[in-house]
T-cell receptor, first 113, second 115 residues
């Protein structure tokens, strides 16, 4: 069974631009969570989607948004990029309704110049 | 507010030794405690997980010890190997409610196993 896939793997943007990252969960998984990983702040929860509905959101500004499609694929968008948005963005999928056991993709490395 | 505190930040162990990483949590509503292993350039991989109704869980060389009263849990890696060199994260989550899909992570421990 294929794992979680994320595209693109690497991205370079400039301040003020916007970016869209994509995540395809493991087949059959309906819950998708997004995390930001930085050396200073570690792994921080962004949001979680289940059946196209956002069920939970972390403490990030409104510039960070996401959505989930009917096939469970998910996208996250960051608008008006700032230097501090440079990070590894990780997507995790889960089979269980409660989303406890999560499996991570390889991440998208975003660099903001 | 850091709800999961992990120590040490880095750990150096000789091949064949025991690696021990500790985590402490604050929120007593947490009821699921996984450990993840991350290699450079890769996403975190689920290693082993425990729920608070058991005090210990073992899978191969990896063991989680859980102390509910102290709100602490730890990862023991027996017979540590150079291939175990990676960053390890403890995490915690609440099943259901308004905390769907949210893992709260510790800050990570960089483990180096010398041959």
């Amino acid at each position: 069974k294929a794992g979680v896939t994320q595209t693109p793997r690497y991205l370079i943007k400039t301040r003020g631009q916007q970016v869209t990252l994509s995540c395809s969960p493991i087949s059959g998984h309906r819950s998708v969570s997004w995390y930001q990983q930085t050396p200073g702040q570690g792994l921080q929860f962004l949001f979680e989607y289940f059946s196209e509905t956002q069920r939970n959101k972390g403490n990030f500004p409104g510039r960070f948004s996401g959505r989930q499609f009917s096939n469970s694929r998910s996208e996250m968008n960051v608008s008006t990029l700032e230097l501090g948005d440079s990070a590894l963005y990780l997507c995790a999928s889960s089979l269980l309704l409660a989303g406890a056991e999560q499996f991570f993709g390889p991440g998208t490395r975003l660099t903001v110049l | 507010q850091q709800q999961v505190k992990q120590s040490p930040q880095s750990l150096i162990v000789q091949k064949g030794g025991i690696s021990i990483i500790n985590c402490a949590y604050e929120n007593t509503a947490f009821d699921y405690f996984p450990w993840y292993q991350q290699f450079p350039g890769k996403g975190p991989a689920l290693l082993i997980a425990i729920r608070p109704d058991v005090s210990e869980k073992k899978e191969g060389r990896f063991t989680i010890s859980f102390n509910k009263s102290a709100k602490q849990f730890s990862l023991h890696i027996m017979d540590s190997q150079p291939g175990d060199s990676a960053t390890y994260f403890c995490a915690a989550s609440i099943k259901g409610g308004t905390s769907y899909g949210k893992l709260t992570f510790g800050q990570g421990t960089i483990l180096t196993v010398h041959p």
